[in-house]
RNA sequence: GCUCCUGUGGUGUAGUCCGGCUAAGCAUACUGCCCUCUCAAGGCAGUGAUCCCGGGUUCAAAUCCCGGCGGGAGCACCA
């Protein structure tokens, strides 16, 4: 039956952030639903910046908005940045559309000025309260035929049913709700409204948001009767929630897509992350591009329940997609996170460091830390680190000394060789001082340490490749 | 308080519509083992869910019905 409507009227869908703040990441897991949706039937896509609110709306925030959905991946047909045929797409700049439709409502007694004062429905409302009742307007000046104020639309009471994409049929009794404010004044609509008319305006076929929207649908549905508009599909995405449970937005911590982005978090891993906050292929399958994505997402596959952000599985994913980049890429990603004097370093030797380090990184943040150890001049650690298990301070010299030896006579400085060369030194040191011979530990562990000065680090064979072979000598002597 | 939504291991989820094939699959996290000079990565294994609780229907229920309880959201001259 869905299937039917889709037919004859074209996919519209569109992302309505509101510019108080960076693009929140419940907003662009919402917006992306958007997206897949909209990309998997062939529809078009609308940015629609909801900036209504003059006070708490800056420039500033619809930038980051628009950066970090490009960031993303995640493009539109329609909006502020390129326009189109319904624009303007940034809803301060729609004043006189809503205006018309105000005067409408207006003159067909559907809507009236109130002049009530916030202390007078402040003092009703607590009464309403402790009488246990939904606190809603009373209506007081409904007939009173103001002509100045706020506007109140009149809300009907009646049962509101309509049929969620993702809930099933849904009923809601309108008569809870009381009249409600739909702007401040001719000039200055506010939120429930403009939405429903730009819904219309712009011809939006579906309107996928977050479920706490859910209760706001009927107040929606009813403006659409009155104005006489076609009522749009709806979905109520499941909402995403902090470790206790609690609303995401409500979080003071990371909540900004900038926030990850800065931290070195990979978009397809972020968008991969998201994707799967809500909603499930059927299948064991989790690792996803955005083409695939878009081929297999499902609205009936999308989960009714709130789902908690867990950064441990963002962290594992994004691990994944950090080693499966091509190390040229990963580097040029990295580079912003690498000490100012890398510009010292070859692109190639660049790109062995990331190499060497990417399996232990979670985030791109992470190689600052990793590889410190390559663009220092001189290591500060612990003496006692370069110790091996029960090894005594004299063994531990003398096995620097044979590593020193042997690389100094080394001709092909590659790990590899490297590798070859401190095996068969390790062998003959342990055979010398009576260790088990396999255990590559007694000459390895004290050389790894003098070359990066850590207990948990690349192997010393990658270390001293990188590192050349004047360097990799210089910091053995150090060592002893 | 009122209304609505929701409830499978710590977390994300499969299975729920069309009851039995799985006393619950996958992933993550955690623990251990293997690999190994270390830490990762990789491989293997394990801990962890009486499927919110209580009734009912049925030969059989996570799955159907009823009643509770828990969690969340919304009830603005914010969006």
Not at 56 to 62: A, F, G, H, I, P
Not at 453 to 474: H, M, N, Q, R, V
Request: net charge positive.
């Amino acid at each position: 039956m869905l299937k039917k409507k889709q037919e004859t009227k074209k996919i519209r869908l569109r992302f309505p952030p509101s510019p108080t703040g960076p693009l929140h990441i419940g907003n662009a897991r919402t917006i992306l639903f958007n997206y897949l949706f909209a990309k998997q039937n062939n529809g078009e896509t609308v940015l629609r910046i909801e900036d209504t609110d003059k006070e708490r709306s800056k420039l500033e925030w619809v930038q980051n908005i628009i950066d970090e959905l490009k960031w993303l991946g995640i493009d539109w047909s329609e909006g502020p940045d390129i326009d189109g045929k319904f624009g303007p797409y940034k809803q301060s700049q729609r004043t006189d559309i809503y205006k018309k439709y105000l005067e409408k409502l207006l003159s067909e007694k559907k809507a009236y000025y109130c002049n009530c004062t916030s202390e007078e429905l402040e003092a009703k409302r607590q009464d309403q309260q402790s009488r246990g009742l939904a606190p809603k307007y009373d209506g007081k000046c409904r007939d009173k035929n103001n002509i100045s104020g706020v506007i109140r639309f009149k809300i009907e009471s009646k049962k509101v049913k309509f049929n969620d994409l993702i809930r099933g049929n849904v009923e809601f009794d309108s008569g809870l709700l009381g009249d409600i404010v739909i702007a401040k004044n001719i000039e200055t609509p506010l939120y429930h409204f403009v939405v429903v008319v730009d819904d219309h305006e712009m011809q939006i076929s579906h309107v996928i948001r977050g479920e706490d929207h859910l209760s706001n649908t009927p107040k929606h549905i009813l403006l659409q009767e009155s104005l006489g508009f076609n009522q749009p599909e709806y979905a109520h995405l499941p909402l995403l929630l902090n470790a206790d449970k609690s609303k995401m937005s409500k979080r003071a911590g990371d909540v900004a897509v900038s926030d990850y982005h800065k931290a070195g978090y990979l978009s397809e891993a972020l968008i991969n992350f998201m994707a799967l906050l809500g909603w499930n292929p059927g299948t064991e399958k989790e690792i996803f591009s955005m083409k695939e994505l878009i081929n297999e997402f499902s609205l009936e596959k999308v989960q009714k329940a709130g789902a908690v952000f867990n950064t441990q599985k963002l962290d594992h994913i994004n691990g994944l997609y950090i080693r499966e980049m091509p190390a040229p890429i990963l580097t040029k990603l990295c580079l912003e996170y690498l000490p100012e004097d890398h510009k010292n370093f070859s692109q190639k030797t660049l790109e062995k460091i990331v190499e060497v380090s990417k399996t232990r990184m979670k985030k791109l943040s992470d190689i600052t830390e990793l590889t410190n150890l390559f663009f220092e001049d001189n290591l500060i650690y612990e003496k006692d680190l370069l110790k091996w298990k029960e090894m005594k301070d004299a063994d531990i010299k003398e096995a620097l000394l044979l590593c020193d030896k042997e690389l100094s006579s080394a001709k092909k400085w590659d790990a590899k060789n490297l590798e070859k060369i401190l095996f068969e030194a390790s062998e003959k040191f342990n055979r010398e001082k009576g260790y088990p011979v396999e255990n590559k530990g007694y000459t390895l562990w004290p050389l790894r340490v003098a070359l990066s000065g850590k207990k948990a680090s690349p192997g010393p064979f990658e270390i001293a490749e990188i590192l050349g072979k004047e360097k990799t000598l210089e910091r053995i002597k150090q060592a002893l």
